[in-house]
């Protein structure tokens, strides 16, 4: 019969007991005896997997998730700050400075602050009519007073052509100049003088036009008037500017018209057999 302990250890021996107290036994729940019943048991440790001892290589490292598309739903950080804000000046600074050397503020220039800033500043407002449609528009209306002037003329047909063309053509360049001094004095920006000059043009035809029909009432102070109403009805229609403005820009144009047709008044008054003749 062989020997239930080959080994030469001693095996440990069970605790003592109180006299009358039967030997602890390891309960059913593998708790310790004694134990509050109502008290779980604690888990168990589950055991973690450890890497393999050795150098780390490429064959053994698992491989990455790909990477996913970032999308971030928050501001950017310079969204609340103004695009075309003047960040190399301290207006608060430049005030204090002022004050200090008693010298007065630098003017900012009106035209790059509208043009740059907001586009509703802008004189020459986007939209309609654009280019293409005022120069057509325009050129109707200039054609159509080039007929009706010479079909009212008896004589020289050529030459009351030519001078109905002229007229539109440097009327056209004046409102020009009107609107560059009326976007100066509205403090406004202006811009797109292509654009500009192509709608002008609209307005300076219709005048022409309206001015050489032959009406059928006495004098010629209605073809006028009724000219008149129709360039300041075109010209509110193609800008669509504020009241304010358009009349700015259409007294700047009468007046430069006014100061042409003194110009001419004169020089028949200082050339009588010239004109005459």
Do not use: C
Not at 228 to 252: D, I
Request: aromatic share 6%.
């Amino acid at each position: 019969m062989s020997d239930p302990n080959p080994y030469d250890v001693e095996p440990d021996p069970p605790p003592p007991t109180s006299p009358g107290q039967p030997a602890r036994r390891p309960s059913a729940s593998g708790s310790e005896p004694g134990a509050d019943p109502d008290t779980p048991a604690p888990e168990p440790e589950i055991p973690v997997a450890r890497p393999a001892s050795g150098p780390i290589t490429p064959a053994n490292v698992p491989p990455r998730p790909p990477p996913g598309k970032a999308h971030i739903d928050a501001e950017s950080l310079l969204s609340e700050f103004d695009e075309d804000a003047d960040l190399t000046a301290d207006p608060e600074v430049e005030e204090a400075m002022a004050k200090a050397t008693g010298k007065p503020l630098p003017k900012k220039s009106r035209e790059a602050e509208a043009v740059l800033g907001d586009p509703a500043r802008w004189f020459v407002q986007p939209g309609f009519p654009g280019l293409r449609v005022a120069l057509i528009a325009g050129g109707v209306l200039a054609l159509a007073a080039l007929l009706a002037a010479v079909s009212l003329a008896r004589e020289h047909h050529t030459a009351i052509a030519a001078a109905t063309l002229y007229e539109t053509l440097l009327h056209t360049g004046t409102g020009l100049v009107a609107v560059i001094a009326a976007a100066w004095l509205t403090q406004r920006g202006f811009n797109e003088p292509g654009l500009a000059a192509a709608r002008i043009l609209v307005p300076v035809g219709a005048f022409e036009f309206v001015s050489h029909l032959d009406i059928p009432i006495p004098s010629r102070i209605d073809e006028f008037v009724l000219a008149a109403a129709a360039y300041f009805g075109l010209l509110w229609g193609v800008f669509r500017l504020p009241k304010y403005e358009t009349a700015v820009l259409a007294g700047s144009h009468f007046l430069l018209w006014l100061l042409i047709q003194i110009g001419t008044a004169l020089n028949q008054l200082a050339h009588p057999a010239a004109t005459a003749g």
